[in-house]
């Protein structure tokens, strides 16, 4: 046991995704009596004798207690070999040159004993029952003062399963004549108890952690008389592959032995193939649906000693790949959304080349399924996020249940300008599970304002006939048409490219009922259309909130931000002559330099950036005004909007970069503290200069390609970064977002992306 394995008093979570239905070996106590007990123990270095004499009817010291509970952890030979580590405690009456002082130095530290007070242990006194069981307890990961405490060891000892007598959950009294033939009941139980959170016992988890060979703890008779092995855990490790462990080495097992079913309703899942060696069995199933809870059997298998066992159960859910999240142009994840449509999702954002379909390729079952072509396959970018796009496929469906592959070509570039996976593509496995396609649906037609009517669809619509305003006619209760001016596709938000605002020339009457007939609009990729239909809707509509201006705040004396209560329109929202602030204590008034617009996350403000010559004073008030602002819509306000604010400071906030982090082998990204300008400067190469140190000389050299993102983000590309070596990136000067402002001659470390 070396001195870095790791502490066993500490909580070790283990994650499963099953339930078991039939637990590992069973230690039943009444079987078992305490010599036999005892005689597990001293096989497994736990328990001491002189002769085969446990001492069974002494009263058991508390530095003896200390050493069987350290010896339990399996940390003995780590304790004596780090003895001097341990030895000095901050107790008086435990000598650094006793015996037990690294025993005691060690739980202490690790917070398995505590003393009678701060400064006394106590070790040769007499240890009690409740003293011990919340050892023992502590050993088991259950933490003293958070899972219990001095007023419930005794029913929590009980509840775990370290004491059987039902007494137990009513006892008070401490036990102040306790044998060592308790402390051998007690860490009996206590390996035959499961770890805190998990479905681990105790002394398997031993094994699990080096201390013990699985033989040497079968033999020791720790699980008392032993029985056939069972299912200790079953996990779906991929979209078709199913691992299970035994409690015990496999010896025999036939194929059609092995069932798997669907929980709830004991469809079967095909098992194609499986192999094994000591304990772990591989199953290959066909494809499993994702979170789906599976209920695998095993009618009849033979253990390594010749036991028979069977049938044995377990509970695993269908696999569920894990989402990728990284600083480098990776596949995220994909999602069937029909038979013949995925959604594939990347960690960068992307542009209009992912639309190319050469760059993917489909297998099924590892062989070629479809080639990337526009034959095949139409690619879309998603409009309600910017990091996916959609694939729909022409001649070809998946089939449920089967595993497919999607290859992504490395030749993919992302919206910062590299390549997937540093060139070398991707794949990634997922199982069709949509046994359907929908149809496109219209799921809800109503007044949203005065004079404008909103049309929700279940899926994308085609952005070219959904914005023909000709599309629509909208009747009203005398059967005469009310001209339809204008239809936007709502292009954000959470129903993006599934929406349409239509504008019109008359406004609604909230009495009345109306109908709109649309003549064809199709889905994305024309599966399938809405043609000539008719939906009735009523005219009324909730209250048109006015647009508002809600809040305004400065943190710094050189931007104020203002928040508005719906979404601007964004050249409205950036024309910086709409605003103007004045201090409520003098005259003065100041236009802003720049304002900059952002919709984001349901939130609307726009940050008024302020020229240098006239800063907030955090002493003053102010008023902010706001006129001619329209919303997205193109809805005026009426009135002249304002808001009092007073600063939180006179400080100046500059430009500072808040992450540099490499994206691929020869680009980094630069994070911004504030928005910055799209300047001359700011995207001069020649402004930055990436430093780094070979053989005791300092190298420097300058980007060849930069790219402006957005206001809070740059790509710098270089010929080639080293993860080897330390870099650290250097600019001459940055401007805000206003001009007005720059800071100069800074620098940064640049971090090795994840």
């Avoid at 004993?113 to 242990?121: A, E, H, L, P």
């Avoid at 307890?137 to 259950?142: I, K």
């Avoid at 599966?527 to 809600?550: D, H, N, P």
């Avoid at 420097?700 to 983000?713: C, E, K, M, S």
């Amino acid at each position: 046991m070396g001195a870095g394995k790791r502490v066993l008093c500490a909580i070790v979570t283990v994650v499963f995704c099953f339930t078991l239905l039939n637990t590992a070996v069973v230690a039943d106590s009444s079987d078992v009596d305490i010599y036999e007990m005892a005689d597990a123990l001293n096989k497994l270095h736990i328990l001491q004798g002189d002769g085969g004499d446990y001492r069974l009817d002494d009263n058991l010291e508390r530095a003896q207690a200390t050493a069987l509970i350290i010896r339990m952890l399996g940390k003995e030979d780590h304790v004596k070999q780090n003895a001097d580590q341990y030895r000095n405690t901050k107790f008086a009456d435990v000598p650094a040159n006793e015996w037990y002082a690294p025993y005691v130095g060690y739980g202490t530290e690790h917070g398995i004993i505590g003393g009678v007070t701060s400064t006394s242990f106590e070790p040769r006194e007499k240890t009690t029952e409740k003293a011990f069981l919340k050892m023992a307890l502590c050993a088991l990961g259950y933490e003293y003062g958070e899972d219990f405490d001095w007023t419930n060891v005794f029913q929590k000892a009980y509840d775990v399963g370290i004491v059987t007598e039902a007494s137990y959950y009513y006892k008070v009294e401490d036990n102040f004549d306790y044998l060592r033939r308790d402390a051998v009941r007690a860490i009996y139980m206590s390996l035959n108890t499961f770890r805190k959170g998990t479905d681990i016992k105790m002394a398997h988890t031993l094994v699990d952690e080096g201390l013990f060979t699985r033989d040497e703890l079968m033999d020791s008779g720790i699980f008392g008389r032993i029985m056939p092995a069972e299912i200790e855990s079953v996990n779906a490790i991929a979209p078709n592959s199913v691992e299970i462990v035994l409690s015990r080495a496999l010896k025999e097992l036939d194929l059609q032995d092995i069932l798997v079913t669907e929980e709830d309703s004991d469809k079967e899942l095909e098992v194609k193939a499986f192999a094994f060696r000591d304990e772990t069995i591989q199953v290959i199933t066909s494809g499993q649906i994702p979170g789906k809870p599976y209920k695998l059997t095993i009618k009849s298998f033979k253990d390594a000693d010749g036991f028979v066992s069977g049938p044995v159960d377990g509970i695993f859910k269908g696999y569920m790949p894990m989402q990728v999240m990284s600083d480098f142009f990776r596949i995220q994840k994909v999602e069937q959304t029909s038979l013949n449509v995925i959604d594939v999702y990347f960690t960068h954002p992307l542009n209009i080349s992912s639309e190319n379909p050469v760059y993917y390729e489909l297998f099924r079952n590892g062989s070629l399924f479809l080639t990337g072509s526009s034959n095949n396959m139409t690619v879309k970018k998603l409009q309600s996020v910017p990091n996916a796009v959609s694939i729909y496929l022409k001649n070809g469906v998946f089939e449920p249940g089967q595993v497919y592959t999607l290859r992504v070509s490395g030749k993919l570039i992302s919206g910062y300008g590299v390549q997937l996976a540093d060139g070398y593509g991707e794949t990634i496995d997922f199982t069709a599970t949509v046994e359907e396609s929908e149809d496109l649906a219209i799921i809800a037609v109503e007044g949203q304002s005065s004079n404008t009517v909103r049309i929700l669809f279940n899926q994308e619509v085609d952005p070219v006939w959904a914005g023909k305003r000709l599309n629509y006619t909208v009747y009203n209760a005398y059967k005469n048409a009310v001209e339809v001016t204008q239809a936007v596709v709502t292009e954000d938000g959470a129903n993006s490219s599934r929406e349409v605002i239509l504008t019109l020339a008359a406004p609604l009457d909230k009495t009345k009922q109306y109908e709109l007939k649309i003549e064809y609009i199709p889905d994305l990729y024309k599966q399938s259309a809405i043609e000539e239909r008719t939906v009735q809707f009523a005219g009324s509509y909730a209250s048109t909130k006015e647009l508002e201006l809600t809040g305004a705040v400065s943190e710094y004396a050189n931007y104020v931000v203002l928040q508005f209560n719906k979404a601007l329109d964004p050249a409205d929202a950036s024309d910086y002559s709409k605003y103007v602030i004045r201090s409520t204590n003098s005259s003065a008034m100041v236009i802003p330099r720049k304002a900059y617009y952002s919709a984001e996350n349901g939130k609307f403000t726009v940050k008024l950036y302020l020229p240098a010559y006239s800063p907030l004073d955090r002493k003053d008030n102010y008023i902010v005004y706001v006129s001619n602002l329209r919303d997205s819509l193109g809805k005026g306000n009426t009135s002249l909007l304002r808001r009092e604010f007073s600063p939180k400071s006179n400080d100046i906030i500059k430009p500072e970069i808040i992450d540099a982090v490499t994206i691929s082998r020869d680009s980094i990204k630069l994070l911004f503290n504030m928005e910055i300008a799209f300047n001359q400067t700011n995207i001069n190469v020649a402004n930055y200069v990436l430093e780094y140190e070979q053989d005791g000389e300092v190298i420097r050299t300058v980007p060849i390609g930069i790219t402006y993102v957005d206001p809070v983000t740059v790509i710098l590309r270089f010929n080639e970064l080293d993860q080897s070596l330390e870099y650290r990136l250097r600019f001459n000067k940055i401007y805000d977002y206003s001009e007005e402002y720059d800071t100069t001659s800074s620098s940064t470390s640049v971090r090795w992306g994840r």
